[in-house]
């Protein structure tokens, strides 16, 4: 197995008496796409920031591509870590071309790189044009053309969807698979779960500091314990008492021939032969990735996967 992009060891970061990581241990690979959850305040931002070396952590070890990004010899490293920050600013009277051409020089940079970039995140009819002319969508792929200036092996988005409609963040969605399957490391941070379905390999969940889960979004719903409910249409009213077994939580009778019960699909055949007389209907409802975040953040599912 390769050596991660990065990792963090134990990391703790306290700004005064305000404590915004707490002993947090994770790592970022080559080739995998990993999203970083957590509600405002959580501690993400912070996290990326450790990893660029911006801040440097008040305890345990960050490593990235090789070494200590706030170390004395990070200047070469921190130019294969490619960043979006969350309220990106640009010129609004300059062009797009312009706009990259600037932060290249920054990186050092051939600017002969940069047409081929601007065509990779579909700005290249955009580019002559002024960025204060560029909707959201087109700024946050102008800051992505930005943050893969150099070719970077690890890439760390700053909520790079808020504020994207829904087609602007499939398009945003399928360049990141791109670059992933590219061997390109990449994290993104985002309040919400739900937009990570199909999209990451893997989820780290933040809480107040804490890393709560770090996992696939199938683990995270393993992990939670929320069940699917299932919604049961009984021909007629129970001729008899149904016998519910102790681990088919919270079930109820929401009227006379519907019982709606929380279990795992795999008990559905015993609920079944539980039932006293024939089913006409079954529905499943399965929790929601909403229903799952909601879980974490409620504390009642912190475990790591
Ligand atoms: N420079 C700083 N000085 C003091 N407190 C800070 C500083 N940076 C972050 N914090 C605090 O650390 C905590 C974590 O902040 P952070 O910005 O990492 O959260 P976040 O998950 O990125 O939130 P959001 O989703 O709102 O951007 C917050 O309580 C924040 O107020």
Redesign the pocket.
Known sequence: MTEPLITLSHVTMT??R????RDVSLALNSGECVGLV??????????I?LMLGLIRPTGGHVHALGGDPAGAAAGRARVALGYLP?NVAFQPAMTGAETLAFYARLKRQDVRGNAALLAKVGLEQAARRRVGTYSKGMRQRLGLAQALLGSPRALLL??PTTGLDPAARQDFYALLRDLRDGGVGVLL?S?ALAEMEGQVDRVVV?NA?HKVADGSLNDLRALAGTRPRLVVRLAGAPRAVVNVPDRWIGWRMICDDVLDIECDEADLPALMRTLPQEVIEVDIARPSLDDVYAAFLRGKAAARC
């Open positions: 700004f005064g305000q404590v915004a990581v957590g509600h405002n305040g959580a501690g993400k931002s912070t996290l920031k969350e700053d909520e941070s309040h933040m500091g």
